[in-house]
């Protein structure tokens, strides 16, 4: 039927006895708990929410606008010509180096609009750098925040090969300048990544990196695994401290 309400859900998981707390910040947003089955260590949460409608007549009031700019573009064109300007993107050479082929490629592309979340703008991701790195504050906010933008300022806690490969690394992080010696905050972690997917941003960037290293981190919030206490993070840009 054409009235049909369609849904869109998402399936969380969580520690046993966060669940009340991640249930009340989805139905915050909209969300319905529509199933919950429960586990030794982890319990499974299935929620679902009514689909966005398009609003059809604003699409098609800007279909008309759009039109109506492509006939003024063209006569534009047509009256005047312009220089067309020529440009390059800079482009960072990635080292050649052991890749699993059954790693996809990130999108690391993303709009200049999208808001990036800091310690000064947001008061529950301040809280979140001064917690334990257990504390169940980790996996509400990767459950409230899934592939939002952070950005702070920390360090490398530990540094070590993913799997069999030479160049790829899992690098364990930490909010502040303490690196191995971090005593407060979440553990997080880039999982298998080289030097070209930390995108480091410097005049000079370093040639090596390792455990006590200090950089300003951008990357999306991923998923927080409460068997190893360990917040993953995705890298989006990496610029050196001193």
Not at 37 to 50: D, E, I, K, V, Y
Not at 78 to 85: F, H, P, V, W, Y
Not at 202 to 216: C, L, N
Request: hydrophobic share 40%; charged share 25%; proline share 6%.
């Amino acid at each position: 039927m054409a009235d049909e309400i369609e849904y869109e859900r998402k399936t969380l998981q969580t520690v046993r006895g966060t669940d009340s707390l991640v249930i009340s910040r989805m139905q915050k947003d909209g969300w319905e708990l529509v199933e919950q089955s429960q586990g030794a260590l982890r319990s499974t949460l299935t929620f679902r929410r009514p689909k966005k409608q398009p609003p059809w007549r604003l699409i098609g009031a800007a279909t008309a606008v759009l039109v109506l700019l492509t006939v003024v573009i063209g006569v534009g064109s047509a009256l005047g010509g312009g220089d067309e300007g020529k440009g390059g993107a800079n482009k960072l050479t990635a080292p050649t180096g052991d890749v699993p082929s059954s790693t996809p490629a990130r999108a690391t592309s993303r709009p200049t609009s999208v808001e990036v979340i800091t310690p000064e703008n947001d008061a529950e991701f301040a809280a979140l750098l001064k917690a334990d790195r257990c504390d169940d504050a980790n996996v509400t906010y990767a459950t409230g925040h899934g592939g939002r933008i952070i950005a702070f300022d920390g360090s490398v806690v530990h540094m070590a090969s993913h799997g069999k490969y030479k160049t790829r690394y899992d690098l364990l992080l930490a909010p502040g300048d303490e690196g191995p010696n971090t005593t407060v905050g979440p553990s997080f972690k880039f999982e298998d990544v080289n030097m070209a997917d930390l995108k480091l941003v410097a005049d000079r960037a370093p040639a090596t990196i390792g455990a006590g290293d200090k950089f300003h981190f951008v990357a999306e919030v991923g998923e927080f695994n409460a068997a190893q206490c360990l917040f993953f993070l995705h890298p989006i840009t990496t610029s050196p401290r001193q």
